[in-house]
């Protein structure tokens, strides 16, 4: 089974620069995560979907960050503009509904640098 | 005051150690209790998870919840340079809404097993 897939692997990019992540979930996974992890720090949530809908999106900051999930599969993530704040690893996960409490599968991250 | 706290070490102890990692919480909400390894460069990986308190065995690791205490634990026996890597504690709640799902994480601790 082939994992929970990000693209690209490194981004930098320039403060006030639009940057999107692209995350393609483990097949027949309905619920995807979108975490932020910063340097020393543990992940934090930003939006999680089930299916095409995001359920809890309250950790978003929506001023600049966006997400989408079109048919409920591959989902990308954007940030407009970026601010030198965002340089974090931008982490992906997915799980199957009915095994949520046993964890999720994390993707290998995004790593952003903001100069 | 974060929910969950961990001490981010590091941690550095000779092959064949016993290693002792630890998390505190505050919020008894939680239920579902889970360790995940994350290598340099890489997304985090489930290692363990357990439910409620008690104790669970997988191989060289060991898993201890006391929610009395609000405390987990992970042991690490026979302690090899493969288990070099940053060991995040997790944990998310049993009640349903938006939450539902939600892994809440520790800071991350640093172990370095050298030869």
């Known amino acids: 089974e082939a994992g929970v897939v990000q693209s690209p692997r490194y981004k930098i990019i320039e403060k006030k620069q639009p940057v999107a992540f692209w995350c393609n979930p483990i097949?027949?996974?309905?619920?995807l995560y979108w975490y932020r992890q910063n340097l020393g720090q543990g992940p934090e949530l930003l939006i999680r979907?089930?299916?095409?809908?995001?359920?809890?999106d309250s950790q978003l900051p929506k001023d600049r960050f966006s997400a989408e999930r079109l048919k409920g599969v591959d989902s990308t993530l954007k940030i407009q503009p970026a601010e030198l704040g965002d340089s974090a690893v931008y982490l992906c996960?997915?799980?199957?509904?009915?095994?949520?409490?046993?964890?999720?599968?994390f993707g290998s991250g995004t790593r952003l640098t903001v100069v | 005051q974060k929910e969950v706290e961990q001490d981010p070490g590091p941690l550095s102890v000779p092959e064949g150690a016993i290693v002792s990692l630890n998390c505190t919480y505050s919020?008894?909400?939680?239920?579902?209790f889970m360790w995940y390894r994350q290598y340099s460069r890489k997304g985090p990986e489930l290692l363990m998870y357990?439910?409620?308190?008690g104790n669970k065995e997988d191989g060289r690791f060991t898993a201890q919840v006391d929610k009395s205490s609000k405390y987990i634990s992970l042991f690490i026996r026979d302690s090899q340079p493969s288990d070099s890597a940053t060991y995040l504690c997790?944990?998310?709640?049993?009640?349903?809404?938006?939450?539902?799902?939600?892994?809440?994480f520790g800071q991350g601790t640093i172990l370095t097993v050298h030869p």
């Open positions: 996960a997915s799980s199957s509904t009915l095994k949520v409490n046993y964890g999720y599968t």
């Open positions: 097949s027949g996974h309905n619920t």
């Open positions: 979907y089930e299916n095409e809908e995001a359920v809890d």
């Open positions: 919020n008894s909400a939680f239920q579902y």
């Open positions: 357990t439910y409620s308190s």
């Open positions: 997790a944990m998310r709640y049993n009640a349903g809404g938006t939450s539902y799902g939600k892994l809440t």
